[in-house]
């Protein structure tokens, strides 16, 4: 058995929401502090694309590892061990003398993140009352946008005072007050036995392969545009690095309703694949607003944010499908790893590929035509999804 709270207990889905958002400020960090380690380092945007890019290489590589070895070694346990690493990275990453070191030190951030994917969903699906998955699941969708919102909060308000160094402290010392709590909230639990011959290839069903594949999409394009976002606002629209985190920190806050709204209508009836066709149409049309010279600023902010709404939806559809997906509840971390992993694929390609073309042409519109089109193979897979059951066979 390995469901924490089976009578259901916001308060533990909230402290492993809490768990995930501590893991995700890494995510956060990294974006909010690029310009600055940029300047230190003399790297280009071809080296900030691969530090991006360690934590998805992992999960891309070893993701379904993982989500297996959760549900050997218990969720708990994972979780706490995923904390530590995250936390031990980040300090490390403080005292990196170059940028060799950072990346070393980003590797052990990344092992740590992906036992954090792999643990904390099925600890918000199991903590949830059964007559409440989706909004559970939609809840724990919002642990992205917080952990990056947060770090962003944190580096308008102290970046210029510790520096990027100081930042990569503070976000080691997060992870460490969400274990504690972890620890104090949420029981030990023998871990399940691992699964039987045969039964991950039963798991592949074709939804389960539409789910993963567009949230490869919505992850790649998400990606570029919170890993990317600080520093287009420094180049594009020329502020400074502590107004550009503020403007992006206040843009990704329009994550959390959708994602939450995600899961209220999931609950209600409504179709996974008309939101996921709806809110990749509105991803991929969007971000041309944000770099169009012609129009005001105020009309290219709200490009921005028009985005970050947008986005808030389709992690809500896909965490929202594990509960149903699953055919016993030790198959939420498997499913958990598995979706990571092909959203880790698609982190990998999407800002390699804007860091590559950037550097070859100069122009951020790299950016906007990278998620154009991802936007429009993310459509395609939600038109495909359909309603709950249709495509589950």
């Given at each position: 058995m390995d469901d924490p709270a089976r009578g259901g207990s916001w308060p533990a889905a909230l402290i492993a929401t809490a768990g995930g958002a501590a893991a995700a400020m890494q995510i956060g960090k990294a974006a909010s502090t690029l310009p600055l380690i940029r300047a230190e380092f003399g790297a280009d945007v071809g080296f900030l694309s691969l530090y991006l890019s360690v934590i998805s290489v992992v999960a891309a590589v070893a993701g379904l590892a993982f989500g297996l070895a959760t549900r050997r070694i218990g969720l708990r346990r994972a979780a706490s061990a995923g904390l530590l690493l995250v936390a031990a990275g980040s300090l490390a990453g403080a005292?990196?003398?170059?940028?060799?070191?950072?990346?070393?030190?980003?590797?052990?951030?990344?092992?740590?993140?992906?036992?954090?994917?792999?643990?904390?969903?099925?600890?918000v699906r199991s903590a949830a009352p059964p007559h409440q998955q989706s909004l559970a699941m939609g809840l724990w969708a919002t642990w992205m946008p917080v952990g990056v919102a947060l770090s962003m909060a944190l580096s308008f308000l102290l970046l210029d005072a510790i520096g990027w160094r100081g930042m990569f402290v503070l976000s080691a010392i997060v992870p460490v007050l969400a274990l504690a709590a972890l620890r104090a909230t949420v029981p030990a639990v023998a871990a399940p036995r691992g699964p039987?011959?045969?039964?991950?290839?039963?798991?592949?069903?074709?939804?389960?392969?539409?789910?993963?594949?567009?949230f490869a999409a919505f992850s790649s394009s998400s990606l570029i545009y919170l890993g990317f976002l600080p520093t287009i606002l420094v180049d594009v629209i020329e502020l400074t690095p502590p107004l550009a985190n503020l403007?992006?920190?206040?843009?990704?806050?329009?994550?959390?309703?959708?994602?939450?709204?995600?899961?209220?209508?999931?609950?209600?009836?409504?179709?996974?694949?008309?939101?996921?066709?709806?809110?990749?149409?509105?991803?991929?049309?969007?971000?041309?607003?944000?770099?169009?010279e012609a129009l005001p600023l105020p009309l290219r902010l709200a490009g921005m944010v028009l985005f970050a709404a947008a986005a808030g939806v389709p992690p809500a559809v896909v965490w929202s499908a594990i509960p149903r997906l699953g055919r016993q509840p030790g198959d939420a971390p498997i499913l958990s790893g598995l979706f990571y992993q092909c959203a880790a694929i698609g982190q990998i390609v999407g800002p390699i590929a804007t860091g590559l073309i950037h550097d070859a042409q100069g122009s951020w519109w790299s950016a906007v035509w990278c998620i154009a089109a991802l936007s429009l193979i993310g459509m395609a897979l939600g038109a495909a999804v359909g309603r709950p059951g249709k495509a589950a066979a």
């Open positions: 005292f990196a003398p170059g940028p060799g070191t950072l990346l070393a030190s980003r590797l052990a951030e990344a092992f740590g993140f992906v036992l954090c994917t792999s643990a904390f969903p099925a600890l039987a011959p045969g039964r991950l290839s039963g798991l592949l069903r074709r939804e389960v392969i539409l789910m993963a594949a567009s403007t992006a920190f206040l843009a990704v806050l329009f994550l959390l309703p959708t994602n939450l709204l995600g899961g209220r209508l999931l609950d209600r009836g409504a179709s996974p694949g008309l939101l996921l066709v709806v809110s990749f149409a509105v991803m991929g049309l969007s971000p041309v607003a944000l770099l169009s």
